[in-house]
Protein backbone atom coordinates (compact mmCIF):
# COMPACT_ATOMS: atom_id res chain seq x y z
CA UNK A 1 0.00 0.00 0.00
CA UNK A 2 3.05 2.17 0.87
CA UNK A 3 4.54 1.68 -2.49
CA UNK A 4 1.43 2.71 -4.17
CA UNK A 5 0.96 5.84 -2.28
CA UNK A 6 4.33 6.58 -3.05
CA UNK A 7 4.19 5.57 -6.96
CA UNK A 8 0.97 8.35 -7.04
CA UNK A 9 2.09 11.08 -5.75
CA UNK A 10 5.59 10.58 -8.00
CA UNK A 11 3.35 10.45 -10.53
CA UNK A 12 1.15 13.80 -9.46
CA UNK A 13 4.54 15.71 -9.13
CA UNK A 14 5.73 14.57 -12.50
CA UNK A 15 2.75 15.16 -14.06
CA UNK A 16 2.35 18.91 -12.54
CA UNK A 17 5.94 19.72 -13.58
CA UNK A 18 4.95 18.23 -17.10
CA UNK A 19 2.08 20.19 -17.79
CA UNK A 20 2.28 23.53 -15.92
CA UNK A 21 2.88 26.59 -18.57
CA UNK A 22 6.52 28.12 -18.48
CA UNK A 23 6.10 31.71 -19.54
CA UNK A 24 6.54 32.78 -23.17
CA UNK A 25 10.04 33.81 -24.29
CA UNK A 26 9.98 37.60 -25.10
CA UNK A 27 9.53 37.61 -29.43
CA UNK A 28 10.23 41.36 -29.34
CA UNK A 29 12.04 44.44 -27.66
CA UNK A 30 10.75 45.00 -23.80
CA UNK A 31 9.59 48.39 -23.11
CA UNK A 32 11.44 51.31 -23.03
CA UNK A 33 14.42 52.29 -25.31
CA UNK A 34 14.46 53.33 -28.64
CA UNK A 35 11.51 53.38 -31.17
CA UNK A 36 10.60 53.59 -33.98
CA UNK A 37 7.66 55.02 -35.87
CA UNK A 38 6.81 54.60 -40.28
CA UNK A 39 3.90 56.71 -41.54
CA UNK A 40 2.20 54.31 -43.30
CA UNK A 41 2.56 50.31 -42.97
CA UNK A 42 0.70 49.33 -46.12
CA UNK A 43 2.60 50.90 -48.97
CA UNK A 44 3.39 50.74 -52.78
CA UNK A 45 6.51 49.31 -54.25
CA UNK A 46 8.16 52.78 -55.41
CA UNK A 47 6.51 54.95 -52.77
CA UNK A 48 8.10 57.09 -50.04
CA UNK A 49 7.90 56.06 -46.71
CA UNK A 50 9.23 58.82 -43.50
CA UNK A 51 10.84 56.58 -40.90
CA UNK A 52 10.77 58.72 -37.73
CA UNK A 53 12.95 57.30 -34.39
CA UNK A 54 13.62 58.33 -31.10
CA UNK A 55 15.39 57.07 -27.73
CA UNK A 56 18.63 56.64 -29.72
CA UNK A 57 21.85 58.36 -28.13
CA UNK A 58 22.16 61.84 -29.59
CA UNK A 59 24.02 62.22 -32.84
CA UNK A 60 24.28 58.62 -33.79
CA UNK A 61 23.89 57.53 -36.69
CA UNK A 62 20.51 55.11 -37.67
CA UNK A 63 20.68 52.87 -40.74
CA UNK A 64 17.57 51.67 -42.51
CA UNK A 65 17.43 48.55 -44.14
CA UNK A 66 14.66 46.27 -46.18
CA UNK A 67 15.43 42.49 -46.78
CA UNK A 68 19.07 43.33 -45.97
CA UNK A 69 19.19 46.02 -48.93
CA UNK A 70 20.35 49.43 -46.90
CA UNK A 71 17.95 52.08 -47.91
CA UNK A 72 18.70 54.89 -46.01
CA UNK A 73 20.89 56.46 -43.15
CA UNK A 74 20.09 59.03 -41.39
CA UNK A 75 21.96 60.87 -38.10
CA UNK A 76 19.77 61.90 -34.87
CA UNK A 77 19.50 64.84 -33.06
CA UNK A 78 21.01 65.79 -29.76
CA UNK A 79 17.67 64.29 -28.54
CA UNK A 80 18.41 61.22 -29.80
CA UNK A 81 15.50 61.50 -32.31
CA UNK A 82 15.49 61.45 -35.87
CA UNK A 83 13.83 61.04 -39.33
CA UNK A 84 14.36 60.29 -43.34
CA UNK A 85 12.65 59.32 -46.36
CA UNK A 86 12.62 55.67 -47.28
CA UNK A 87 12.00 54.97 -50.59
CA UNK A 88 10.58 51.76 -51.35
CA UNK A 89 12.23 49.60 -54.04
CA UNK A 90 9.93 49.66 -57.35
CA UNK A 91 11.29 45.95 -58.34
CA UNK A 92 9.49 44.19 -55.13
CA UNK A 93 6.66 41.61 -55.37
CA UNK A 94 3.63 41.76 -53.07
CA UNK A 95 4.21 40.79 -49.99
CA UNK A 96 5.01 41.21 -46.31
CA UNK A 97 8.59 42.29 -45.85
CA UNK A 98 11.05 44.03 -42.72
CA UNK A 99 12.05 47.29 -42.34
CA UNK A 100 14.74 47.33 -40.10
CA UNK A 101 16.30 50.17 -38.21
CA UNK A 102 19.99 49.75 -36.54
CA UNK A 103 21.46 52.60 -34.38
CA UNK A 104 23.59 53.38 -31.47
CA UNK A 105 21.01 52.64 -28.00
CA UNK A 106 21.44 55.46 -25.41
CA UNK A 107 23.27 52.98 -23.35
CA UNK A 108 25.42 52.44 -25.97
CA UNK A 109 24.73 49.06 -27.41
CA UNK A 110 23.53 48.42 -30.83
CA UNK A 111 19.88 48.64 -30.93
CA UNK A 112 17.74 46.92 -33.92
CA UNK A 113 13.66 48.02 -34.22
CA UNK A 114 12.03 45.80 -36.84
CA UNK A 115 8.26 47.01 -38.08
CA UNK A 116 6.62 44.90 -40.80
CA UNK A 117 5.67 46.45 -43.82
CA UNK A 118 2.93 45.48 -46.34
CA UNK A 119 4.25 46.14 -49.62
CA UNK A 120 1.39 45.91 -52.93
CA UNK A 121 2.50 45.95 -56.46
CA UNK A 122 4.35 43.34 -58.88
CA UNK A 123 2.66 40.12 -58.65
CA UNK A 124 5.51 37.35 -58.73
CA UNK A 125 4.48 34.05 -59.62
CA UNK A 126 2.10 32.45 -57.22
CA UNK A 127 3.95 33.01 -53.97
CA UNK A 128 4.24 36.88 -52.56
CA UNK A 129 7.84 38.66 -51.71
CA UNK A 130 10.92 37.49 -49.65
CA UNK A 131 9.87 38.85 -46.62
CA UNK A 132 13.07 39.07 -45.36
CA UNK A 133 13.04 35.53 -43.99
CA UNK A 134 10.99 33.11 -41.47
CA UNK A 135 9.30 34.42 -38.85
CA UNK A 136 9.94 32.88 -35.53
CA UNK A 137 8.11 30.85 -34.26
CA UNK A 138 9.87 28.93 -31.15
CA UNK A 139 11.90 29.03 -28.32
CA UNK A 140 15.57 28.57 -27.34
CA UNK A 141 14.52 27.68 -23.82
CA UNK A 142 15.67 24.67 -22.16
CA UNK A 143 13.37 24.73 -19.29
CA UNK A 144 10.91 21.85 -20.86
CA UNK A 145 13.17 19.53 -21.85
CA UNK A 146 15.16 19.88 -18.42
CA UNK A 147 11.76 19.47 -16.31
CA UNK A 148 11.12 16.14 -18.79
CA UNK A 149 14.80 14.57 -17.00
CA UNK A 150 14.40 15.67 -14.18
CA UNK A 151 11.07 13.98 -14.02
CA UNK A 152 12.72 11.13 -15.30
CA UNK A 153 15.57 11.18 -13.04
CA UNK A 154 12.63 11.26 -9.69
CA UNK A 155 10.66 8.67 -11.18
CA UNK A 156 13.94 6.41 -11.35
CA UNK A 157 15.00 7.46 -7.74
CA UNK A 158 11.83 6.34 -6.60
CA UNK A 159 11.04 2.56 -8.22
CA UNK A 160 14.87 1.92 -7.37
CA UNK A 161 13.91 3.00 -3.55
CA UNK A 162 11.06 0.80 -3.64
CA UNK A 163 12.60 -1.73 -4.85
CA UNK A 164 15.03 -1.87 -2.63
CA UNK A 165 12.79 -1.30 0.56
CA UNK A 166 10.91 -4.24 -0.63
CA UNK A 167 13.70 -6.14 -0.87
CA UNK A 168 14.89 -5.45 2.76
CA UNK A 169 11.70 -6.19 4.12
CA UNK A 170 11.61 -9.72 2.17
CA UNK A 171 15.10 -10.56 3.52
Same mark, same amino acid.
Given at each position: ?????AF? #?????? #??????????? #????? $??????????? %? %??AG?? *???? &??????? /????? !???????????? +????????? %??????? &????? @???????? /???ST? @?????? /?????? &? =?? %?? =? !? =? +? $?? #??????????? !?? *? =?? /?????????????????????
Open positions: MKIRKI #AVLGVT #AALLFMAGPAG #AQYPP $GGGPTVTVDDT %V %VQEV *VNVG &CEGFAPG /STVTV !TLGGQVLQTFNT +GPDGAGCGA %VTIPANL &CTGTY @SLVSTGQG /SDGV @SRTITL /SITGRT &C =GA %VG =G !T =G +G $GL #ARTGTDSIVPL !TL *V =GA /SMLVIGLALATLTWRKRSAQA
